[in-house]
């Protein structure tokens, strides 16, 4: 006769496989969500939130530059956390999902950088050439 498993493994176990599920679509990819003044950048732990009059520059990269990683993981072409780049001694995030794309580098707040990309580089491309077009409007609001 078999004994009966008691109902709280059962709710540990259920409980468990939820969260990873959760856990992993938090990482598959990256939340973005663009608004009129604001950018929010969503990826499992990692949350930025960047006012769009704070960009200095921004450009598309084929590779980022060589950094140790502070956090973050590295799991097949993604490559997701905080970075410092040795070279200005600064922290550098990073949100890619595809590491063979072309990434958006990001300048806000003076020198802060980051990196992103989408596993869809047409979707890159869209948000490339938005944030291009909010930044020269900017400038050439703040120039006249």
Not at 21 to 48: C, M, P, R
Not at 58 to 73: H, L
Not at 98 to 123: G, M
């Amino acid at each position: 006769m078999q004994k009966k498993r008691h109902w709280f493994w059962n709710f540990l176990i259920v409980f468990t496989v939820i969260v990873c599920i959760f856990a992993f679509t938090a990482h598959y990819k990256n939340w973005v969500k663009v608004e009129q003044d604001h950018i929010k950048i969503l990826s499992g732990i990692y949350y930025e939130k960047i006012d769009i009059a704070t960009i200095k520059q921004v450009e598309m990269v084929d590779k980022i530059p060589a950094m140790n990683r502070i956090n973050g993981f590295s799991a097949l072409t993604k490559e997701k956390g905080v970075f410092r780049d040795s070279l200005v001694d600064a922290k550098v995030y990073v949100y890619i999902d595809d590491l063979t794309h072309p990434k958006i580098k990001l300048v806000h707040h003076d020198s802060l950088q980051l990196f992103l990309n989408f596993s869809d580089s047409v979707k890159t491309r869209q948000l490339f050439d938005y944030l291009s077009l909010k930044v020269e409007e900017n400038r050439s609001n703040i120039t006249q």
